[in-house]
């Protein structure tokens, strides 16, 4: 009997201690399982987070048309839906049509997302065009209602004013250092506006006798054209007028090419004096006219005239008349000086 109890005791023992051993894994294995699926779900979640992150960021730089670099005494914007002025701040932001004035001496540098650049002058009021971030955006755009502003771009920065279009165009093929255009555009009191580049070219699209034409200002030139259109109300902009000059930009005809007129002296002229004061006037816009190597002095109504000093015998005066597309024209006068 004793036997018996044992065997069945050791049975019992065998079976629990069996049971133990079958419910162990399905505890152990669960655990595991969870935790990996838990570990790769947060893997996603940050790997996700990466790849969205410098996206955004790269959307929100895009975000902005022009900044303020730096600016001197009171500089003032105004956004495009609002009526007040505010006191300018560096770093701010231009979208469309947001507006910059600069007061009594004071100064504004901005510059756009390709790297042009506006030196703003006392002043001036300019309002900002084009959506920033556009696709393929060979330009940028400023419009200039008053005062002055000296413009740099790699590219191409469209200036638009009551008088015409202006073009700044850089030069291409040339190293970086020399790329770069550079010209001044000043509106005057009557709104009439002069242009004068230092580097690259300019292309100045303005009305005349009811049609647009077009005018090429080289290096070194000085352009002056007159109000033929009002591209602003205040500092609201007229967008037609603007889009009709964006066509017209690319519809005109050259202009016709200035010519020379030399009043004094004649070829062969017999002077007796030393010195003798040379006259003439230029018919046509954008050149650039050398006596003897020596700018003259040119008016308003290009009138020029400059002073020669002569030597016993015969004398060669070179004048040198470089035009707006870059052709040069040489004229000479022969000029005997006999002392009296």
Do not use: H
Not at 32 to 44: D, L, N, Y
Not at 83 to 99: G, H, R, T, V
Not at 243 to 249: F, R, S
Request: one cysteine or more; aromatic letters at 6%; charged letters at 25%.
């Amino acid at each position: 009997m004793k036997n018996v109890l044992q065997s069945i005791l050791l049975i019992q023992l065998f079976l629990i201690f069996g049971g133990c051993q079958k419910e162990q894994p399905a505890k152990v294995e669960t655990p595991p399982v969870a935790a990996s699926a838990t570990v790769s779900a947060t893997s996603a979640v940050s790997e996700a987070a990466q790849t969205v992150t410098p996206k955004s960021a790269t959307a929100v730089e895009k975000d902005w048309l022009a900044k303020l670099l730096k600016q001197t005494n009171q500089v003032e914007y105004r956004q495009r839906n609002q009526n007040i002025w505010n006191q300018a701040e560096d770093e701010l932001s231009f979208m469309k049509y947001d507006a910059l004035q600069t007061k009594n001496s004071a100064t504004a540098e901005v510059i756009y997302q390709s790297g042009s650049t506006l030196d703003v002058r006392e002043n001036t009021l300019i309002i900002f065009d084009e959506d920033p971030g556009k696709k393929k955006k060979t330009e940028d755009r400023v419009i200039i209602k008053a005062g002055q502003l000296t413009g740099r771009t790699k590219t191409e920065l469209w200036v638009f004013t009551d008088a015409g279009l202006v073009q700044i165009k850089a030069k291409k093929g040339q190293t970086n250092a020399a790329k770069t255009a550079e010209a001044k555009v000043i509106v005057k009191n009557d709104r009439a506006v002069n242009i004068k580049v230092k580097n690259g070219t300019a292309e100045v699209i303005y009305k005349k006798d009811n049609e647009y034409t077009r005018l090429s200002a080289t290096e070194n030139s000085d352009v002056s054209i007159k109000p033929s259109t009002e591209l602003t109300s205040g500092v609201q902009v007229n967008a037609d007028k603007v889009n009709e000059l964006v066509v017209a930009q690319t519809k005109v005809a050259a202009i016709a090419q200035a010519e020379l007129v030399i009043d004094f002296p004649a070829d062969n002229a017999l002077v007796q004096d030393s010195e003798i004061e040379v006259r003439g006037r230029l018919t046509g816009a954008g050149a650039k006219l050398l006596i003897n190597g020596q700018l003259p002095e040119v008016s308003d109504a290009s009138e020029f005239s400059k002073k020669i000093s002569l030597q016993p015998g015969t004398n060669l005066i070179v004048f040198q008349l470089v035009r707006s597309d870059a052709s040069v024209k040489f004229v000479k006068r022969s000029v005997r000086y006999q002392a009296k």
